[in-house]
């Protein structure tokens, strides 16, 4: 078992590129999010998915698109990087949002600086 | 406003010194607590989920105890190994798709 992994694990873009990261889970997870952290600030939710095909905004979901087109993988988008997306983004999945087994499994990060 | 407040930032402790984290959180409804550990340049690893006031959890030298208002971490004679920042995150009864995390505890366990 790989549990949740992420790729690229680190990137530079410069300001008005798009990118891609790629979220893969192996758990058989129903659910899916992408946060973000920044120092200082904690995890922030950007978007999360309840299940294939399905999608929805969190916290700070301006400036990121995702897809969720096979239930294992949970795409995040950037269309046109900005400075103020410089971050360190993490997906994580859980099995069920029922009280039991609703922890989440987070991937190990992907380190993003857009110059 | 759903919110998680984490203290200290930041402690130091030396190797066997006991001390505990505290997690202060503001939810319409608590859901479920989580703790988890997170090591420099990794993702958080899951410790404990609590879900009502009273209930506590232990895992080695980890102790989690959960009250209406806020949730400990007790770490008892620690060791370098628990050395990483511990963050705590609410998940709320009325918007159970969202967690909402506190920026964490740093600790750093001198040998």
């Known amino acids: 078992n790989a549990g949740v992994t992420q790729t690229p694990k680190f990137r530079v873009l410069k300001t008005g590129q798009s990118m891609t990261l790629l979220c893969a889970q192996d758990?058989?997870?129903?659910?899916m999010y992408w946060y973000r952290q920044d120092p200082g600030m904690g995890l922030r939710l950007i978007h999360y998915?309840?299940?294939?095909?399905?999608?929805a905004k969190g916290e700070v979901p301006d400036g990121y698109n995702v897809s969720r087109l096979k239930k294992q993988n949970f795409l995040l988008g950037l269309e046109s990087a900005a400075p103020s997306q410089t971050s360190v983004y993490f997906c994580?999945?859980?099995?069920?949002?029922?009280?039991?087994?609703?922890?989440?499994?987070f991937g190990p990060g992907t380190r993003l600086t857009v110059l | 406003e759903d919110q998680v407040t984490q203290s200290p930032e930041a402690l130091r402790l030396q190797e066997g010194e006991s001390s505990s984290l505290n997690c202060s959180y503001t939810v319409s409804g608590l859901r479920g607590l989580f703790w988890y550990r997170q090591d420099p340049g990794k993702g958080p690893e899951f410790l404990f989920t609590?879900?009502?006031a009273g209930e506590e959890k232990e895992k080695e030298r980890l102790k989690a105890t959960l009250t209406k208002k806020e949730s400990f971490l007790h770490i008892t004679a620690p060791k370098p190994e628990d050395s990483a920042t511990y963050l705590c995150a609410v998940q709320a009864r009325d918007n159970f798709n969202k967690f909402y995390f506190g920026s964490g505890t740093k600790l750093n366990v001198k040998p």
């Open positions: 998915s309840v299940g294939e095909g399905t999608t």
């Open positions: 609590l879900y009502s």
């Open positions: 994580a999945s859980s099995y069920s949002r029922d009280v039991v087994y609703n922890e989440q499994f």
């Open positions: 758990m058989n997870h129903e659910y």
